[in-house]
């Protein structure tokens, strides 16, 4: 039986889909100790998984202040969340063993865990996977066209915060790529090849197995209403 460690943020879109994939692993005998914020406690006990939790508000609040204009403040957003997460996890997991981590593609320091830790990695994406390339280009108009005057700190705040992970963690970050797309030797997509951009780019380290949909997760409580002209629906009261 394997210890698995799981690390993953504090949103309904990153969590739900992982709940499957852990029913599964403790299923064929895993255990499974899983990082993420208090208000999924309950949601992921229900797994079988043993939780444990990092302060939400603060890992909120951290990833807010590296900024919301441009990619690379958010880079800088998660980078400033690993002074919470790392910290918090060593702490909890101090003289545990673990066989391998799964973390989330966008949150939880996921990759620079895995390297701390020495842990072989899986890398659980709930949205589209991003080569290394088209995350570049993603980057690119903070260097083609925005002012020197405002591109320049945000560029300067990244390689402040990469040199103090690796001065605190003995972590090197080669790329903002690395921190906001936590790669992995294999990496597992919650949607179809078909549907994934750019496919042919990916090659058979990225697994698509598609959405993730379990039987003990339905809703109790569905109200359909119509305001103005758009009809929306309103879902309340889940249940895992």
Same mark, same amino acid.
């Given at each position: 039986?394997?210890? /698995?460690?799981?690390?993953? $943020?504090?949103?309904?879109?990153? %969590? ?5 994939? /852990?029913?599964?692993?403790? &299923?064929?005998?895993?255990?499974? #100790?899983?990082?993420? %914020?208090?208000?999924?406690?309950? +949601?992921?006990? @229900?797994?079988?998984?043993? #939780? ?5 508000? +603060? ?5 807010? &202040?590296?900024?919301?204009?441009? #990619?690379?403040?958010? /880079? ?5 969340t690993a002074d919470i997460i790392i910290p918090s996890v060593l702490e909890q997991i101090e003289g545990e063993h673990f066989d391998y981590i799964i973390h989330d593609s966008m949150f939880g320091c996921g990759h620079l ?31 083609? *066209? ?8 945000? @560029?300067?705040?990244?390689?402040s915060l990469t040199a103090m992970m690796k001065e605190k963690y003995d972590v090197e970050i080669h790329s903002p790529y690395e921190v906001f797309c936590n790669p992995a030797p294999l990496t597992i997509v919650f949607t ?6 750019? *496919? ?6 990225? =697994?698509? /197995? ?5 039987? $003990? ?11 103005? =002209? ?11």
């Amino acid at each position: 039986m394997a210890r /698995v460690l799981f690390i993953n $943020g504090g949103s309904e879109g990153h %969590i739900n889909p992982t709940i499957g994939v /852990v029913q599964e692993l403790i &299923s064929r005998g895993e255990e499974v #100790v899983y990082f993420c %914020i208090e208000a999924f406690r309950e +949601r992921m006990e @229900k797994t079988g998984a043993s #939780v444990r939790t990092f302060d939400g508000q +603060r890992l909120i609040k951290a990833f807010i &202040s590296g900024g919301r204009n441009y #990619v690379l403040e958010r /880079v800088n957003g998660l980078l400033l969340t690993a002074d919470i997460i790392i910290p918090s996890v060593l702490e909890q997991i101090e003289g545990e063993h673990f066989d391998y981590i799964i973390h989330d593609s966008m949150f939880g320091c996921g990759h620079l865990l895995a390297h701390i830790l020495k842990l072989p990695a899986v890398n659980s994406s709930t949205s589209f996977v991003q080569t290394k390339d088209s995350f570049d280009k993603m980057l690119e108009p903070l260097f083609t *066209e925005v002012s020197p005057e405002i591109a320049e700190p945000i @560029k300067h705040k990244f390689n402040s915060l990469t040199a103090m992970m690796k001065e605190k963690y003995d972590v090197e970050i080669h790329s903002p790529y690395e921190v906001f797309c936590n790669p992995a030797p294999l990496t597992i997509v919650f949607t179809t090849r078909e549907f994934q951009p750019d *496919e042919e780019a990916f090659d058979q380290t990225y =697994k698509f /197995v598609g959405p993730c949909i379990t039987s $003990g997760f339905t809703q109790e409580t569905f109200v359909s209403c119509n305001r103005g =002209k758009r009809p929306y629906l309103h879902f309340t009261r889940y249940r895992i």
